[in-house]
Nanobody, 124 residues
Framework: QLQLVESGGGLVQPGGSLRLSCAAS????????IAWFRQAPGKEREGVSC????????NYADSVKGRFTISRDNAKNTVYLQMSSLKEEDTAVYYC?????????????????WGQGTQVTVSS
């Protein structure tokens, strides 16, 4: 059974950092494209970043480019999202999602597997 579990969310002050984790079970992350999405209250879901299957090519939304870094630990079957220089507008529930093919875009419709989400709140 394919499962994704996010962790690492919490409350952080503006300018701070957090690292989110997306642990996979039931499949090997290396062969899947993994993406992070977020959804703030009253807003549409937004693609944040993705790391492609096998090659590990990465892609970022303009809103987080230069501040967030996505990475993959094949031994731990886990994908991370390192978030730095956080802003209040980064506040959202963050979800990781998986697709069993090479992708380079952040179209949520292309990702059939989703975790339950983790809350990130950036506030002073």
């Amino acid at each position: 059974q394919l499962q994704l579990v996010e962790s690492g969310g919490g409350l952080v002050q503006p300018g701070g950092s957090l690292r989110l984790s997306c642990a996979a079970s039931g499949f090997t992350l290396y062969y899947y494209t993994i993406a992070w999405f977020r959804q703030a209250p009253g807003k549409e879901r937004e693609g944040v970043s993705c790391i492609s299957s096998s090659s590990g090519s990465t892609n970022y939304a303009d809103s987080v480019k230069g501040r967030f870094t996505i990475s993959r630990d094949n031994a731990k079957n886990t994908v991370y999202l390192q978030m730095s220089s956080l802003k209040e507008e980064d506040t959202a529930v963050y979800y990781c999602a998986a697709a069993g093919r090479f992708l380079y875009d952040l179209d949520s419709e292309k990702y059939p597997y989703w975790g339950q989400g983790t809350q990130v709140t950036v506030s002073s």
